[in-house]
Structure formats: structure tokens, C-alpha cells
């Protein structure tokens, strides 16, 4: 079983930034994809950014050139950064990993999600 520990989420101003972390935790041989997603209300859950254990980042549309995504695979942690934040980037923000565990089974998993809230 593998727990995705999310934080850093919080209040802020928009403009303001704020900086979320995941970390894993578990039987965890490698993780191939992490992933953050958010959910506004009424909303369906999105992909904002995701980073392959070869480095290939993706960005949504809606946030090229203000998050920035990294992360620390021998710590199995992944981060997102987020400047110039908006009122519609106000949503919970979910971790994924996706991978393989110690007994080659499929890793996929979701951390609880942490709500991001930018005031006008």
C-alpha cells in the first residue's frame, strides 16, 4: 500500500504563490508519473502538471509559465509551485503517483487533496 501525503495548501491573494508538496510513503519500488490535478466545485477533476522519472513535464494550458513542477525521487516527493495565482486556480489539488511497488503490483494512487484558496 502506498500513502500520498499532501501539503501546503492555503489562503492567498491573487498574484500571491504558494508551494505544494506529496510525499509517498510505502512499498514503493519506483514511481514512473507523478501527477497534480485539481477539482473546483462543479467541476470536473483536471490534470494541472505531471513529471515522468525521465523528466518530462506537461503543463495545462491554463497554467504554462506560473507552476512549476519538480521532484525528488530519491525522496519521493513532488512539488508544485505556483506564482502569479488566480481566483480560478482556487480548487482542492490532488497528488497521483503512478508506478510499481515492491511486489511488482501497479502503483496508483491518490493523495486526500489539499484546498487552494486565491481571494480577489
Known amino acids: 500500500q502506498v500513502l500520498l501525503v499532501e501539503s501546503g495548501g492555503g489562503l492567498v491573494q491573487a498574484g500571491g504563490s504558494l508551494t505544494l508538496s506529496c510525499a509517498a510513503s510505502?512499498?514503493?519500488?519506483?514511481?514512473?508519473?507523478w501527477g497534480w490535478y485539481r477539482q473546483a466545485p462543479g467541476k470536473e477533476r483536471e490534470l494541472v502538471a505531471d513529471?515522468?522519472?525521465?523528466?518530462?513535464?506537461s503543463y495545462a494550458d491554463s497554467v504554462k509559465g506560473r507552476f512549476t513542477i519538480s521532484r525528488d525521487s530519491a525522496k519521493n516527493i513532488v512539488a508544485l509551485q505556483m506564482n502569479s495565482l488566480k481566483p480560478e486556480d482556487t480548487a482542492v489539488y490532488y497528488c497521483?503517483?503512478?508506478?510499481?511497488?515492491?511486489?511488482?503490483?501497479?502503483?496508483?494512487?491518490w493523495g486526500q487533496g489539499t484546498q487552494v484558496t486565491v481571494s480577489s
Open positions: 497521483r503517483a503512478q508506478g510499481f511497488g515492491d511486489s511488482g503490483n501497479r502503483i496508483g494512487s
Open positions: 513529471i515522468t522519472s525521465g523528466g518530462v513535464i
Open positions: 510505502g512499498s514503493i519500488y519506483s514511481i514512473h508519473v
